[in-house]
């Protein structure tokens, strides 16, 4: 089997009758649930070891026919991508770096050994979803049309290779914040049972049994009060990874002696896309910017010290989150104030003004979507 990529088909209208109603629509806008009301539409795209990426169409969002014993069911040969589309006119909306995530995507896919989605096949499909489905584009700050396109091994065999046939699909909702943490910072509990990836794992891939795993300790921290896990590294179990599905910031000082640090890409952290718009924005905002791993110790340590000043996430879903509290097995500790601080404000504003067109796009991030074609 190829995983190597192949001329992007065409997207064709596809006619049918959509689940959808006005009702839901409005239920939508006016703030349901983190995915769980669907735009109208949906684009599916679907690939064969002997006849490459055809058949791509947008069409009515309704289930999928598939066999019981499709690979990606079975084995987890899967991966995704999260992304959003912003209201900038009533004739016009914005896709933030379709492309980047394309790029991550294929090296998703790469990494579970499927076929990547040609770069111009990814961003079509979204360009067509959110002209098709452009009335379910909120409008607000902190509220935009999250886009997630999925790929997975569809052929029906259960045996032990890589499938020959797959199914890209690119579905959409309207979201808010992913936490609806509002001006309040978020509390987190360090992992001390469970990890989430190895040296040599799926760890950068973006794959779907790298969640599913973390169920259980979500659960574990949420009881204890926690509205996230921070992961540690799988070797020493003292080195800070990530929060969540989150990429994490921390800043040290204030004014001008602010510096900005985040732990480095080392093939178990997940290569955030805010993540690498935040360490371009943040040069850009006269902040020092540098990568470089810190200890869980030492994060208590520089707490109390009130050398750290700051930690934040950051994702596509949850934009920027302040981290106000960390539990631990050594006792809780409180970051600053133990609210949002001032930087995270900064950059929080500084992005909502690319994604809304209020700033200017100096590195052509924002993929313009006319709503007539």
Not at 27 to 48: I, N, P, Q, S
Not at 282 to 294: C, S
Request: glycine letters at 10%; hydrophobic letters at 45%; one cysteine or more.
């Amino acid at each position: 089997m190829t995983t190597t990529s192949s001329a992007a088909p065409d997207i064709v209208l596809r006619p049918g009758t959509s689940a959808s109603s006005a009702d839901r629509r409005r239920e939508a806008l006016a703030g349901a649930a983190f995915g769980e009301v669907f735009t109208d539409h949906m684009v599916t795209a679907r690939w064969t070891a002997t006849d490459g990426w055809h058949d791509a169409a947008l069409e009515p969002f309704a289930p999928l026919e598939l066999s019981p014993a499709a690979v990606g069911l079975h084995y987890g040969q899967s991966v995704f991508e999260g992304f959003k589309a912003y209201h900038r006119t009533p004739e016009r909306a914005a896709i933030f770096r379709p492309s980047a995530h394309a790029r991550r995507f294929a090296d998703s896919a790469r990494r579970m050994a499927l076929p990547e989605v040609p770069v111009d096949l990814f961003v079509g499909a979204a360009e067509a979803l959110v002209r098709q489905d452009k009335d379910w584009i909120p409008d607000g700050d902190d509220r935009s049309l999250y886009l997630r396109p999925v790929l997975f091994a569809s052929e029906a065999h259960l045996a032990l290779r890589p499938a020959r046939a797959c199914l890209f699909v690119l579905l959409a909702f309207p979201t808010g914040n992913f936490f609806d943490a509002g001006d309040r910072a978020v509390t987190v509990a360090v992992a001390d049972e469970y990890v989430r990836a190895a040296p040599g794992g799926t760890g950068a891939a973006k794959c779907g049994g790298n969640y599913a795993s973390t169920y259980l300790a979500q659960e574990t921290a949420a009881r204890k009060g926690a509205d996230q896990v921070v992961w540690l590294d799988a070797v020493e179990r003292r080195w800070v990874e990530e929060l969540g599905g989150m990429n994490l910031f921390f800043v040290y000082g204030t004014g001008d002696q602010t510096t900005l640090t985040t732990p480095p890409l080392t093939g178990t952290i997940l290569p955030g896309v805010t993540r690498d718009t935040l360490l371009t924005l943040a040069g850009g905002l006269g902040l020092q910017v540098t990568e470089a791993p810190i200890t869980v110790s030492r994060w208590r340590e520089e707490c109390a010290a009130g050398r750290i000043t700051e930690v934040f996430a950051c994702g596509t879903a949850a934009r920027i989150t302040s981290v106000g509290r960390v539990l631990s097995a050594d006792g809780p500790w409180t970051v600053g104030d133990g609210r949002p601080g001032p930087v995270a404000g900064r950059l929080s504003a500084a992005l909502a003004a690319v994604h809304r067109g209020e700033a200017a796009d100096s590195y052509g991030w924002c993929h313009l979507v006319n709503h007539e074609a």
